[in-house]
């Protein structure tokens, strides 16, 4: 097998590919996160982020962050990339994920490029992992691009993972528990569980919703950059009752408080009578899949019980987020999936 002597290698695509181990290792990356890490300076940072948001490898997350993206089926070779190096390694790293064997003139046909120029960018993938070496001296895919499986949980999947999650939570905590899924700007219930008291939120009465006037509503919609939060309110916020949020500035504004919290509460807004709090859960890829809430009547509701509220959500939204990556990876419990369709946010009609 070839060894690559250490000027062969191209610093851009080794930077580029510990970027996509760090995407894949984080809920969410920031510019300057992600410049610490590498030992960059943070132009650099964003230039290889944007690199990888441009072939489909990484997404906006949040109003400032990046979260990895699956493997694209392919990435069509384009005349203008941000960096062209990191291009040209994507469009190889796309092809061998997507089964394909390449020798270097395979590669060089597939680029445009000379054998030389593809041998050093294939070399430079094959130390970092993300290609492999045969006896008959082609590439394949490496170990480092082992990962869940790109699927679309279904409500019905998501039910059987969800359900007996939330039942723990709204055991521990004794009040209403809502699991919501978010459709275009509308929250739709996916399951209500009633609480234990005699005076509990009401659990199926509610079964749609606008996302912006509920906490589980903005604390799916905070996982999305501000221009998807733009395209899903382009006709603007849906009428509610007494909302604090009643425009779409605000809502941004809101969002990104919970952003930095990554929690969020509601007192009253999208159901009278009722207050909670709220957390998003999310697939392997850090993409918004299920809100899951709390909601305590609001003559019961006080803020010094946040603190408990938030620690059964967290260990709840965790639990809920190790399962999906369990069935993702193809070792959780049987469930219906589907391939994700490219063009859409998981179970989110935007």
């Known amino acids: 097998m070839d060894q690559p002597a250490p000027g062969q290698l191209l610093l851009s695509v080794r930077r580029a590919c ?22 960059v300076p943070p132009a650099t940072a964003h230039r290889l982020l944007t690199a990888l948001v441009h072939d489909g490898f990484a997404a906006r997350a949040g109003d ?7 493997v694209p089926h392919a990435v069509p070779r384009q005349s203008d990339p941000p960096l062209e190096s990191v291009h040209r390694a994507l469009v190889l790293v796309a092809a061998v994920a997507a089964g394909r064997e390449l020798s270097v ?41 082992a990962g869940p499986r790109d699927v679309e ?29 978010r459709n275009g700007p509308l929250l739709r219930l996916l399951w209500g569980l009633p609480g234990s008291t005699a005076d509990a939120v009401a659990h199926d009465r509610w079964t749609t919703i606008p996302a912006h006037a509920t906490a589980s509503g903005r604390a799916l919609l905070a996982r999305l950059p501000n221009r998807r939060v733009d395209d899903i309110h382009v006709a603007g916020l849906p009428p509610w009752r007494a909302t604090r949020v009643n425009s779409l500035r605000s809502l941004k504004r809101r969002l990104s408080v919970v952003r930095q919290h990554g929690f969020e509460t509601t007192v009253e807004e999208g159901i009278q009578g009722a207050s909670g709090a709220a957390l998003c859960v999310c697939d392997p890829w850090g993409r918004p899949v299920a809100g899951i809430g709390v909601a305590v009547p609001s003559r019961r509701f006080s803020r010094n019980d946040l603190p408990l509220y938030r620690e059964a959500l967290e260990a709840a939204s965790e639990h809920a987020e190790r399962e999906i990556g369990a069935v993702t990876a193809g070792t959780g419990r049987a469930a219906p999936v589907m391939r994700r369709s490219a063009d859409r946010d998981p179970l989110c009609d935007a």
Do not use: C, F, K
Not at 168 to 181: P, S, Y
């Open 64 to 70: 400032r962050g990046y979260h990895r993206e699956p």
């Open 105 to 145: 003139a395979d590669a060089a046909a597939l680029l445009g490029t000379t054998a030389a120029t593809a041998h050093r960018l294939l070399a430079t993938l094959r130390v970092e992992g993300v290609v492999e070496q045969g006896h008959d001296r082609r590439y394949h895919a490496g170990a480092a691009l």
């Open 18 to 39: 510990e970027l996509l181990r760090l995407l894949g290792q984080s809920r969410e990356l920031t510019v300057r996160a992600a410049a610490t890490r590498l030992e």
């Open 153 to 181: 949980l279904t409500p019905a999947a998501l039910r059987g993972i969800l359900i007996p999650i939330a039942d723990d939570l709204g055991d521990r905590l004794g009040e209403t528990v809502h699991l919501w899924l």
